[in-house]
Nanobody, 118 residues
Framework: QVQLVESGGGLVQPGGSLKLSCAAT????????MDWYRQAPGKQRELVAT???????NYADSVKDRFTISRENDKDTVYLQMNNLKPEDTAIYYC????????????WGQGTQVTVSS
C-alpha cells in the first residue's frame, strides 16, 4: 500500500522554525518528484515547494528564501525546513507526489498542522 506520512508540525511563534518530514512507502521514491502543499482555512490548496528526482527545487514566491525542500533517497523521505515563519504560513501542510502517463499516479499524505502565532 502506497503511503505518505507527514510529521513535524506544531505551534511556533513568528520568526520561529520548524522542519517537516514526509516518509514514503511503496513508491519509486528515487525517480519521482516530491511536493509540499498547504491549505489554510477558507483558501485553496497551494503549492509551496517541489523537488525533482534529481534535486531541482522550486518555491512559491511567498516562501522563497525562507523554506528549503530536500530529500534523502536512502531514507525515502522528503523534508521542508521552514525558517522565519509568519502568521500567514499557518496551514495544514501536505506531502504529495504525482507521476506516470498523464500524471495518473497521485498520492497525498494526511497532512500536518502548522500554526504560527504569538
Amino acid at each position: 500500500q502506497v503511503q505518505l506520512v507527514e510529521s513535524g508540525g506544531g505551534l511556533v511563534q513568528p520568526g520561529g522554525s520548524l522542519k517537516l518530514s514526509c516518509a514514503a512507502t511503496r513508491i519509486p521514491f528515487n525517480y519521482v518528484p516530491m511536493d509540499w502543499y498547504r491549505q489554510a482555512p477558507g483558501k485553496q490548496r497551494e503549492l509551496v515547494a517541489t523537488i525533482s528526482s534529481i534535486g531541482t527545487t522550486n518555491y512559491a514566491d511567498s516562501v522563497k528564501d525562507r523554506f528549503t525542500i530536500s530529500r534523502e533517497n536512502d531514507k525515502d523521505t522528503v523534508y521542508l525546513q521552514m525558517n522565519n515563519l509568519k502568521p500567514e504560513d499557518t496551514a495544514i501542510y501536505y506531502c504529495h507526489t504525482q507521476w506516470g502517463s498523464n500524471m495518473r499516479f497521485e498520492y497525498w499524505g494526511q497532512g500536518t498542522q502548522v500554526t504560527v502565532s504569538s
